[in-house]
């Protein structure tokens, strides 16, 4: 089985460009998509404390190591500080509940979820609960912000935000690339069951674009096969989540084909700045980060 490609971070360490995510896959359904994710040859699982279920994801990694498929060590976990642990007191705490319920000692990557403190984390890696940290849903102001703190000693290895054929996220991306800060790519077949496409009847679910469509027939590939291959040819780490086995597989068949610049474009062409994710219940915070452009 051909090992997944890397990218690596700012501070030497690696991620394989490719993960599983798991917001939304129920209690009961997703420890048989881990295992059936790491037998595919996923290495790389998306995680959160928010998402309820780090014990069956970790019930799933245990499995897999223990019928000898994996080590620990050839799995990369992360995992995510939610919000309301970001007291510093809370902090270490939270990432200690996160490794007993993943079963774990340490993760690979541990994320402040939505933009509200950093400073604390940075003692979860001298303390060995974590190899690298990074944040998610941070605007280019609140990364300056944070990239400028006095005596910051680790800076956040990667910033992951929603990125799909409808938010593109150029500007963003830029920004971070300028900073050395790689860039994971959220909700990358745009959150296809997000309550958003349930009741906008505006926009078009990615899976129905007749562009895509077409591309995929040219390559005899799906649309979700198409618009990964579209996210890892920008160099962005994609996770997609899926709960079903044949889906997980079909995801991870990107590495097989090449999209041409001008197909790369025709992808892009949909952008719409449309966020399946905007998490408008926290809009009235001081750190709600989707106010600016970018
Ligand atoms: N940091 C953050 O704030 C944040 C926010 C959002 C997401 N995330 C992470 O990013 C991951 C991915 O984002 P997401 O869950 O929003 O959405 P996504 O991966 O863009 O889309 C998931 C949806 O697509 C379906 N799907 C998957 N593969 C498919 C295929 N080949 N054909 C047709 N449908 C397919 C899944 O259905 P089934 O499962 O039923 O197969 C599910 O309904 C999350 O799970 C989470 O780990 C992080």
């Known amino acids: 089985m051909a090992a997944v490609p890397v990218l690596k971070f700012s501070n030497g360490k ?22 059936a994710a790491i037998a595919c040859g996923y290495r790389h699982i998306d995680c959160a404390w928010a998402y309820g279920n780090e014990a069956e994801v970790g019930q799933a990694i245990k499995a897999k190591i223990d019928d000898g498929t994996v080590k620990r060590e050839d799995l990369f976990i992360t995992t995510k500080l939610w919000n309301t642990f970001h007291r510093p007191d809370l902090v270490e705490g939270a990432m200690k509940d996160s490794l007993e319920r993943l079963g774990l000692s340490y993760v690979d990557l541990y994320l402040m979820h939505w933009p509200v403190a950093f400073k604390e984390m940075e003692l979860l890696v001298e303390k060995g609960f974590t190899k690298s940290i990074g944040v998610s849903n941070f605007n280019s102001e609140q990364l300056q912000r944070l990239l400028q703190t006095e005596g910051l000693k680790y800076a956040p290895v990667t ?8 938010i593109l996220n150029n500007k963003l991306i830029s920004f971070c690339r300028e900073k050395g800060i790689a860039i994971t790519a959220y909700s990358p077949l745009g959150s296809s069951d997000h309550p958003a496409f349930r009741s906008d009847a505006a926009f078009r679910r990615l899976f129905d674009e007749p562009s895509l469509q077409e591309l995929g027939k040219k390559y005899g590939k799906t649309v979700a096969q198409v618009v990964l291959r579209w996210g890892l040819q920008r160099d962005t780490i994609v ?13 991870f068949q990107v590495f097989d084909f090449q999209l041409t610049e001008e197909e790369m474009n025709v992808v892009s062409a949909l952008d719409r700045n449309f966020r399946a994710c905007a998490f408008d219940v926290t809009s009235k915070s001081q750190y709600y980060p989707f106010h600016i452009e970018f």
């Open 14 to 35: 690696s991620m394989p460009v490719f993960g599983l995510g798991t917001w939304q896959s129920p209690k009961g359904e997703v420890a048989e998509a881990v295992k």
């Open 159 to 166: 910033n992951q935000v929603e990125v799909n054929p409808y």
């Open 239 to 251: 996770i997609p989540k899926s709960v079903t086995p044949s889906r997980i597989k079909e995801n």
